[in-house]
C-alpha cells in the first residue's frame, strides 16, 4: 500500500527508501538498460510505497524526454482504427512511451488545434492518420522539427514518413472482383471524402476500374454516409427502393458494409443472392458475420506495429521519419458475393 503520509514524496525519499544514490534512481528512470535488475526492483518498490510520480515538466526543461507520443486520430466510435491504436501502443510501449490519445472527428481544424496542446505537452513525437492535413499542420510541424509519422495510407509523394496501405489499390480491387462476377448493376456507397484521403482514394480506385470495364454509376446508385451503422441503413435503403436495383454494393469500409447488410436483411433483399456486398478493411467481426463479409483486408495490425516502431527509432535516434512503407492489402472472398442471379 502507497504510504500516505509521503503524498508529496521526492526522488530523495525514494533513493533513501530503496538505499541507493538519488543518480541511481534517475538512471533507472532514464536509462533502466544500465542499472541492473535486483536495484530496479527495490527502486521500484519504494516508488510504489511511497505512490511517487515523476516531475515530467520539470524533467524536459533539461532536455530529457517526456516519454508521451501524441496519437490523433479521426475517430474512436467504431472498430475502423481500433486495431491500428492498439499495435502502435504496443509497439511504442516496449520503446518506453506512453501514447496519449485524442479523436478530432473528421475535422482537420480541430486536428490542428490538438495537436498543438500535444506539443505544448511536450510529446516527443505524433503519429498522423492519413495524409490529409492542413496547411497549418504540417507547418507546425516542420517549425518544431517534432518527428511525426502518418498511418493507414500510403503513397510515395508523403510529405511526412508513413506507413500504411494504397487505398486507391484497395478499391481497385474491391470493384474488380464485382466486374470479375460478371456484375453490371453496381451501387457505391461511401463515406463523405472530403478531408479524408482514404476514403477517396479508394473511391477514385473503384470508379476507375468500372469505368474502364464500361460501367457506369447512376447518381441514385451513388450514397454517400457516416461512419454509422443508422446512416448506412438509411444511405442503402435508399439505393434499394429505387425501381431498379443493383445486383452489387462496393463499401468504402465494413462498417458501411454491415449497415448495408442490415438495411438488406430489413427489405428483405437476399445476400449474395438477390445482393453482393463488398467492404474495405477486414475489421474484427467481418469474418463472423452470417454469411462471412467479403471484403479487402487492410492489415491494420501491421501498419500500427510498423508506425509504432518506425517513431520509436526515430525519436531515440533524434530523427525525423522519412521513409515511405507500404504494406501489402489482399482480397479475403467470402459469402457476401456471388455472381447475379439470371
Known sequence: MPDRKNKNADIIAVAKAARVSISTVSRSFNHPDLVKPATRKKIDNAVRKLGYIRNRAAQTMHGIRSGTIGLVVPTIDHAIFAEVIQAFSEAVGEQGFTI?????????????????????????????????????????????????????????????????????????????????????????????????????????????????????????????????????????????????????????????????FYAAQELGVSVPDDLSIIGIGDFKGSAEMVPALTTIRLPAQRIGKMAGDELSRAIISSEIPSERIECEIELRERGTCARPSA
Open 100 to 260: 496519449l490519445l485524442s479523436s478530432h472527428g473528421y475535422d482537420l481544424e480541430k486536428e490542428y488545434a490538438i495537436l498543438r496542446k500535444f506539443l505544448e505537452h511536450r510529446v516527443d513525437g505524433v503519429g498522423l492518420i492519413g495524409l490529409d492535413h492542413s496547411e497549418e499542420t504540417y507547418l507546425l510541424l516542420e517549425h518544431q522539427k517534432i518527428p511525426a509519422i502518418s498511418i493507414w495510407n500510403y503513397t510515395a509523394h508523403a510529405k511526412i514518413g508513413c506507413v500504411g496501405a494504397d487505398n486507391a489499390a484497395a478499391g481497385h480491387l474491391a470493384a474488380q472482383h464485382l466486374v470479375s462476377l460478371t456484375h453490371k448493376k453496381i451501387a457505391m456507397l461511401f463515406p463523405r471524402t472530403q478531408d479524408n484521403d482514404r476514403a477517396r482514394a479508394r473511391f477514385d480506385g473503384a470508379w476507375d476500374t468500372l469505368s474502364k470495364a464500361g460501367l457506369s454509376v447512376p447518381p441514385d446508385w451513388h450514397a454517400e454516409a457516416s461512419y454509422s451503422l443508422t446512416a448506412a441503413k438509411e444511405a442503402t435503403r435508399a439505393i434499394l427502393n429505387q425501381p431498379e436495383r443493383p445486383t452489387a454494393l462496393l463499401c468504402g469500409n465494413d462498417v458501411l458494409a454491415l449497415g448495408a
